[in-house]
């Protein structure tokens, strides 16, 4: 078990790292992802050999990101968390980059600005969101194919 936790606290954590988060970002969400119950600040720190400055910075990057959730349990005052399916899945980012970029273009669209290369760069984020539409529903189509598979 525990090579294989070594493994999953390995994925999680280059996976962070691709994303543009830290290691330990990657590390505490695989201590939660593999953990059957919520834990606290200690046991992530105690699990992991970190310092308590780092895991929380970890966990509230993680909480921001919506994949690690406070967990009330009643009698505790400390703060328990639990992972959150979906872990900077690809479909998640790309869901996140699509709202950015097309909020930002529907804000730029409402100034009507008349500077040439600011209608160069609205036209750009225009056609990166079509490019980030198209991506989600190859996301869509993946996941009903996955479906249809599985079922």
Do not use: C
């Amino acid at each position: 078990m525990e090579d294989a936790k070594k493994l999953i606290i390995e994925l999680f954590s280059e996976l962070a790292k691709i994303h543009g988060l830290n290691k330990s970002v990657g590390a505490v969400y695989a201590i939660l992802y593999l953990s059957d119950k919520p834990l606290t600040i200690s046991d992530v720190m105690e699990e992991l050999k970190i310092s308590k400055g780092n895991v929380s910075m970890s966990l509230k990057k993680l909480e921001d990101l919506g994949f690690v959730k406070k967990v009330w349990i009643k009698g505790e005052r400390k703060n328990y968390y639990e992972a959150v399916d979906g872990f900077i899945s690809m479909k998640d980012i790309a869901r996140k980059k699509y709202y950015l970029i097309n909020k930002t273009y529907d804000q730029l669209k409402k100034l009507e600005n008349n500077d040439e290369k600011m209608k160069k760069n609205i036209e750009q984020l225009y056609r990166m969101k079509k490019i980030s539409e198209r991506i989600l529903e190859l996301f869509d189509e993946l996941e009903r194919d996955q479906d249809i598979k599985t079922t």
